[in-house]
């Protein structure tokens, strides 16, 4: 056995150098991004290109270069230009929970594999239920991710409310779900994975609003019921994630009632405005849904990946990979909050819970509510920004911070309109001094930006819209 090369990775003082070394490069990163000091939020490579440098680097690189290589080939979330996917800027801080998690590696889905993080979970996980609006009999957890949340919430679902037992003795009855054309994909994937297939994947059209079209859902409800697909439940989205917008839980929350079916809420990217003085009213509804999803890593702050899901019934929280029904779990198994392996998709689990607590601990929830605030706030301004410019359009009025634009010229078509934002994005992606998105609504392509960053201000949005007008005049 080659017990040296192990020795050598088990180096404690080769650990304690490099981490050094690690946190004064990471700092310098981070004075550099939040501050603007370097221009681009990309240095946008091919992928074939950047495929050759790290295999270039595997042989020939200095091991010296390698985290600064690492960071430097990233886009980057602290530049306050940086408005495209919703994951958040994490809080420096818990990038250093997330080092202690790697370092300690308990595994959380015993009690004994992490004794810490498992009472911590509880705690937040009460927080977050009381924030809801829910009651005592509330409970859930935290899990890897808004996709796998969702599916965990759609199986707890079926557990719950289908006449059959399909965890034990599986079913050939055609099931159903509920869901608007804007939900996240991930729905309609967990609906696949479920078995569900097309046609238990019932889409719910949207208003030219993109919201829900709730004035549908009896009509769809009906229409699969007389095709012989047994509904189970319905998804709001809180939002949506190509547009922002948040479908109008109360209406849904009744509709659910009233049809006996499980109710459930994606709230992964706005779910976090339950602590919102200002937009908890997007929200108005969320208590009454049987599940809810909140991703840390979208509008808290915390670093990829910490979801929380959380039930109005604790007692479904438990019972989704049981092989008993809900009624048979044992009292024991009710207590049994500090093995939390039970109740999730996962075995092994990150010691998540520990950025939400640290959070809570130096800061408090208020900063939930600023961050919240001052995202959606800056999502109205750029609004405003867009709508002062003759050659620019909104898709829709924003109601968080996804904000949906266009270039627009008289004289063009929509084809010719849609070529054209095509060609904005891309270029834009190459100049790197910005990094936005792009999504197509009812076969419109536009530009979308995500406002992550708190320190984001009008000046970087006005320098947006500059830097589309001088790259048209070159496209
Ligand atoms: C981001 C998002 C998801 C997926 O969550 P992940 O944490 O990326 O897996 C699901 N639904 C909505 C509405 C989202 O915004």
């Not at 990775?9 to 990471?26: M, P």
């Not at 859902?217 to 009906?222: G, P, Q, S, V, W």
């Not at 009025?397 to 054209?420: A, H």
């Amino acid at each position: 056995m080659n017990k040296e090369i192990l020795q050598k990775v088990y180096q404690v003082s080769d650990f304690n150098k490099k981490g050094h070394l690690l946190i004064d490069q990471l700092t310098s990163h981070l004075e550099d991004k939040i501050n603007a000091n370097s221009r681009n939020a990309i240095n946008w490579n091919e992928p074939e290109q950047e495929l050759k440098f790290w295999k270039d680097f595997l042989v020939h690189g200095n091991e010296k270069d390698l985290f600064q290589e690492i960071t430097k080939r990233t886009t980057y979330i602290h530049h306050p230009n940086y408005l495209g996917h919703q994951v958040s800027p994490p809080a420096p801080i818990t990038a250093l929970t997330s080092l202690i998690s790697s370092l300690l590696n308990n595994g959380t889905a015993v009690y004994e594999m992490g004794m810490a993080s498992n009472a911590i979970e509880r705690i937040v996980i009460e927080i977050i239920c009381n924030k809801i609006g829910y009651d005592a009999n509330s409970s859930g957890f935290l899990t890897s991710g808004g996709t796998l949340a969702n599916l965990t919430a759609l199986l707890s679902a079926r557990k719950a409310i289908t006449k059959v037992d399909i965890w034990n003795k599986g079913t050939q009855n055609q099931l159903g779900i509920m869901v608007s054309e804007e939900a996240h994909y991930c729905v309609d994937r967990a609906a696949r994975i479920m078995g569900l297939g097309d046609q238990g994947i019932i889409k719910v059209p949207v208003t030219n609003k993109f919201r829900m079209d709730t004035e549908l859902l009896e009509l769809k409800f009906n229409e699969a019921k007389e095709k012989g697909i047994e509904i189970f439940a319905i998804v709001g989205s809180a939002p949506s994630t190509a547009t922002g917008i948040f479908d109008d839980l109360e209406v849904i929350g009744t509709f659910a009632e009233k049809q006996k079916i499980w109710f459930h809420v994606d709230g992964a990217h706005g779910g976090a405005g339950i602590f919102s003085k200002k937009y908890r009213h997007t929200l108005k509804g969320i208590e009454r849904a049987d599940s809810v999803v909140i991703d840390g890593h979208k509008m808290m702050m915390m670093p990829a990946l910490t979801t929380a899901l959380l039930f109005k019934n604790e007692v479904n929280a438990k019972a989704t990979f049981s092989q008993k029904a809900d009624y048979l779990l044992s009292d024991s198994e009710h207590e049994d909050w500090y093995n939390s392996g039970k109740r999730t998709f996962e075995c092994t689990k990150n010691m998540m819970s520990i950025h939400w607590f640290t959070l809570l601990k130096l800061y408090g929830e208020e900063v939930f509510d600023a961050n919240v605030t001052q995202l959606y706030d800056m999502g109205a301004n750029f609004a405003k920004l867009i709508e002062e410019e003759p050659n620019f359009e909104l898709a829709l009025q924003p109601m968080s911070n996804i904000v949906c634009f266009r270039y627009f010229e008289p004289g063009l078509n929509t084809e010719n309109l849609n070529e054209l934002n095509v060609k904005i994005r891309q270029a834009l992606l190459g100049d790197g001094e910005f990094y936005i998105v792009q999504t197509k609504l009812k076969g419109i392509h536009y530009l979308r930006i995500t406002v992550m960053n708190p320190f984001t201000t009008a000046q970087h949005f006005k320098s947006l819209i500059e830097k589309i007008k001088h790259l048209i005049s070159r496209i």
